[in-house]
């Protein structure tokens, strides 16, 4: 699992609540992914980060903050939780393998429902 | 950007025959190519990949077969089993050393029928 632990697993919030959401990893991988699933849409890359204090916007970074304050941890904030927002979150991190290279791997997930 | 199409959206067949799902990507520079399994209510989990380098990669039942001129990769599974159906992601990246930001296709969903 790549010692991935996402945090909370299932939420439920209100339209216009503030959602945060915790990606922790043991393995003091550099870097780190959020990415949101829907039907039809796969995975999209949301933000990512290359080091602590270092992130960079992905292709569906509207309306999310992220924060890296220490290399264990990569935080996704939603400021003001939309219904579009509604979604199953992953976190990822990126491994060197040495077979294949740098490999991404998943945390377990995070399921928000804005209501 | 990187734009990778998945086909089919869904596929069912017979335990016992073989599936193929395949995927083209727009980026030339594109070299890696990953496929990941996805079964309900789990975290999406690699199950093989292929570098630019090759053709062709094998494990055991499953396969994956690159086509670089025309930027198309294929995912084949022979033998399918019932523990095959989940939904199976097809990626593309361009390998650097650091970081990957993946894109992904829509995914297929894969049922193998008694």
Known sequence: DAGITQSPRHKVTETGTPVTLRCHQTENHRYMYWYRQDP??????????????????GEVSDGYSVSRSKTEDFLLTLESATSSQT????????????????????????????? | GENVEQHPSTLSV??????????????SASNYFPWYKQELGKRPQ??????????????QRIAVTLNKTAKHFSLHITETQPEDSAVYFCAAIILTGGGNKLTFGTGTQLKVEL
């Open chain 1, 40 to 57: 039809g849409h796969g995975l999209r890359l949301i933000h990512y980060s290359y080091g602590v204090k270092d992130t960079d916007k």
């Open chain 2, 46 to 59: 690699l199950i093989i990949d292929i570098r630019s380098n090759v053709g062709e990669k094998k494990d």
């Open chain 2, 14 to 27: 017979q335990e016992g025959d073989s599936a193929v799902i395949k995927c083209t990507y727009s980026d």
């Open chain 1, 87 to 115: 979604s199953v979150y992953f976190c990822a991190i990126s491994r060197m393998d040495a077979t294949s290279g740098n490999t991404i791997y998943f945390g377990e997930g995070s399921w928000l429902t804005v209501v």
